[in-house]
T-cell receptor
Framework: GESVGLHLPTLSVQEGDNSIINCAYSNSASDYFIWYKQESGKGPQFIIDIRSNMDKRQGQRVTVLLNKTVKHLSLQIAATQPGDSAVYFCAENTYSSASKIIFGSGTRLSIRP | DTAVSQTPKYLVTQMGNDKSIKCEQNLGHDTMYWYKQDSKKFLKIMFSYNNKELIINETVPNRFSPKSPDKAHLNLHINSLELGDSAVYFC???????????FGPGTRLLVL
């Protein structure tokens, strides 16, 4: 399934399927991008990052894709598990703004058993 | 071991009161932050300190005053609390500005 991270939409995915969470970032000058996972009652937790000189980066079960042409970032989660249920945020860093990271509005990922 | 810790976890108080939230990080990071997360989960930076020096101060009411006694601590004092201050406040730290940030567990503030 896919979703765009605006106004906290919910993405519902069958357990075992792949999840794709999308994010449109705002500043073409941003050169560092991060995905965070926030579980209920907890603080955001770093998942994976990517710099603007790359277009793909893989971690354990997660892949981040960056398309600078259209200012688009996506997080792919393979074989989604119940523990993946959380709100996912993309964030961009604009070095011209004294290292201020700007967070997107988040996407809630819900897993169906 | 807790990397970034905040106290208290919950804070319920009356309008007009003054309250403080404390944050400590044991990661040896130089930069610390305060964020506010509203009921719609939107995360917005409030302040950033690098080695005890203020480097980011967003358009936050001057009722909010951060204090960094040393680079491992960044406390947030709020005067004359208002209903709209109700939110979850997160402290975070990074090795340097612009690097990956590590977040605390949050302080849930409810102003009645």
């Amino acid at each position: 399934g896919e979703s765009v991270g605006l106004h906290l939409p919910t993405l519902s995915v069958q357990e075992g399927d792949n999840s794709i969470i999308n994010c449109a970032y705002s500043n073409s000058a941003s050169d560092y991008f991060i995905w965070y996972k926030q579980e209920s009652g907890k603080g955001p937790q770093f998942i994976i990052d990517i710099r603007s000189n790359m277009d793909k980066r893989q971690g354990q079960r997660v892949t981040v894709l960056l398309n600078k042409t259209v200012k688009h970032l996506s997080l792919q989660i393979a074989a989604t598990q119940p523990g993946d249920s959380a709100v996912y945020f993309c964030a961009e860093n604009t070095y011209s703004s004294a290292s201020k990271i700007i967070f997107g509005s988040g996407t809630r990922l819900s897993i169906r058993p | 071991d807790t990397a970034v810790s905040q106290t208290p976890k919950y804070l319920v108080t009356q309008m007009g009161n003054d309250k403080s939230i404390k944050c400590e990080q044991n990661l040896g990071h130089d930069t610390m932050y305060w964020y506010k997360q509203d009921s719609k989960k939107f995360l917005k930076i409030m302040f950033s300190y690098n080695n005890k020096e203020l480097i980011i101060n967003e358009t936050v009411p001057n009722r909010f005053s951060p204090k960094s006694p040393d680079k491992a601590h960044l406390n947030l004092h709020i005067n004359s609390l208002e209903l709209g201050d109700s939110a979850v406040y997160f402290c975070a730290s990074s090795l340097q500005g612009g690097e990956t940030q590590y977040f605390g567990p949050g302080t849930r503030l409810l102003v009645l």
